[in-house]
């Protein structure tokens, strides 16, 4: 996923009470040739991340195909989770994978890498591309792609699902993350379910398909669900069913500059690495099959970039 929007209209509805908020969605478009819209749930305008989680698109259900171009990630880990159809990832280590549902792929940029994401045209799309801060260290230090095909599942009276990373309850993913979090697919019966959180966490409950009702609110497919640190199970009611997506993790404790596809913390690293993948530097590394074609960085804006704060 590259991320066009540079300069993000954030109009995102909080509604206040019981200490959980309702984080609105807004389209954006992924432009390209064959662009398509996405919902995005993250950054919010008053929230920049839950736990470490920092970026959050919905692409589809659609049949369309993607096509995003080589392009730079630094400071973060992508991680894509596909619902229904295929994505190739190609990348600067060399890697060339299609990802199904019920797979992982997880990159890790740390100081930079490149790589390249495209679907089927005519396959029904739907999935999730998310983003993990890194710490300062991790953001350091070398980049890194696994792709697990088999995930440790999670089951409890009226719930079964996948811990793609961290750990729900005692189920714990085997994918690399560098601080406490949780991201875990499930599918809640009729009648809805209590999941096992950590007080320490805060969480975030995406519906991808039904409906659910928590902390006395009407979850539905489109907003996310933001549930402050504090609690220890969670009451997750459902008439019909409904598959949802969990993410949670400790705050996190760094202020961060986040610009187009980069995570930093300060506007100089942001503006070094544009310029690097400008100049074609070997920091990020070539993504072989696309030619010379590439997504180009955009300009930055005529300030200095800031860090993004909670309110
Ligand atoms: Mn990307």
């Known amino acids: 996923m590259s991320n066009l929007e540079t300069t993000p209209v954030e109009r995102d509805i909080v509604r206040p009470g019981g200490g959980s908020r309702l984080l609105e969605a807004r389209d954006v478009p992924l ?4 662009g398509m819209t996405v919902r995005r749930t993250l950054p919010a305008r008053e929230l920049p991340l839950i736990g470490a989680w920092c970026f959050l698109d919905e692409m589809g259900p659609e049949p369309a195909g993607m096509t995003v171009l080589p392009h730079p990630h630094i400071g973060l880990q992508t991680v894509t989770w596909p619902l229904s159809g295929e994505i ?3 990348d600067a280590l060399g890697s060339d994978v299609v990802l199904r549902p019920g797979e992982l792929n997880i990159m890790t ?7 390249s994401e495209v679907t089927a045209p005519g396959v029904l799309l739907h999935g999730l591309q998310l983003w993990v801060a890194l710490p300062a260290e991790a953001a350091a230090d070398g980049s890194l792609f696994e792709q697990h095909r088999s995930l440790p599942v999670f089951t409890a009276p009226g719930v079964r699902g996948v811990v793609f990373v961290g750990e729900l309850g005692a189920v714990r993913s085997t994918a690399t993350v560098f601080s406490p979090l949780v991201g875990a697919e499930l599918t809640v019966a009729a009648g809805g379910t209590v999941l096992p959180l950590r007080a320490d966490f805060e969480y975030g409950v995406l519906v991808v398909d039904g409906a659910v009702e928590v902390d006395g609110r009407a979850v539905e497919p489109g907003p996310l669900l933001y549930l402050p640190p504090g609690l220890s199970a969670l009451d997750v009611s459902s008439r019909e069913g409904a598959q949802l997506v969990l993410l949670g993790g400790e705050p996190f404790p760094d202020e961060l500059v986040m610009w ?3 995570v930093g913390r300060s506007h100089e690293e942001i503006v070094a690495a544009r ?3 400008e100049a074609g530097d070997a920091r990020f590394g070539p993504v072989s099959g696309h030619g010379s074609a590439r997504i180009p960085a ?12 909670r309110r």
Request: charged fraction near 30%; charge should be positive; glycine fraction near 12%.
């Open 275 to 277: 310029d690097d993948w």
């Open 31 to 34: 432009g390209g040739v064959r």
């Open 109 to 115: 940029s740390g100081r930079g890498i490149a790589h």
């Open 88 to 90: 190739r990832h190609r």
């Open 260 to 262: 187009w596809n980069f």
């Open 298 to 309: 955009p300009p930055l804006p005529p300030l200095r970039l800031t860090p993004r704060r």
